[in-house]
């Protein structure tokens, strides 16, 4: 499975991104798809994920109710909208796919490249 994320950019704070991955191959809907982010001096952190079906996602605390994950597995893509940015979003995101668990890192197979957001006070 090939990654490729996009979406990233430049948006100030209170503002909205979608970011996209999409993904090659056959066999996209059966990974868990999820994004992580790194911020510069720091390490790579997970935010959110979901399964095969796109009915359980999982977020880590710091963007429940501000970020949304979806897939749609007829377009082998995953999306990532994130609304009411902080400047503390501010990161590489990337996005990636596991075979079975959903929030560590050491648990996917394959990963994107990743886009930057960055988000201006």
């Known amino acids: 499975v090939q990654l490729q994320a996009y979406g990233g950019g430049l948006v100030q704070a209170g503002g909205f991104q979608r970011l996209s991955c999409a993904a090659s191959?056959?066999?996209?809907?059966?990974?868990?798809m999820g994004w992580f982010r790194q911020a510069p001096g720091k390490e790579r952190e997970f935010v959110a994920a979901?399964?095969?079906?796109?009915?359980?996602?999982y977020y880590t605390d710091s963007v429940k109710g501000r970020f949304t994950i979806s897939r749609d597995n007829a377009k082998n893509t995953v999306y990532l909208q994130m609304n009411s940015l902080k400047p503390e979003d501010t990161a590489i995101y990337y996005c990636a796919a596991s075979r079975g668990g959903m929030t560590t890192r050491g648990e996917y197979d394959y990963w994107g490249q990743g886009t930057l957001v960055t988000v201006s006070s």
């Open positions: 979901t399964n095969w079906r796109g009915d359980m996602p």
């Open positions: 191959g056959r066999t996209f809907n059966l990974y868990v």
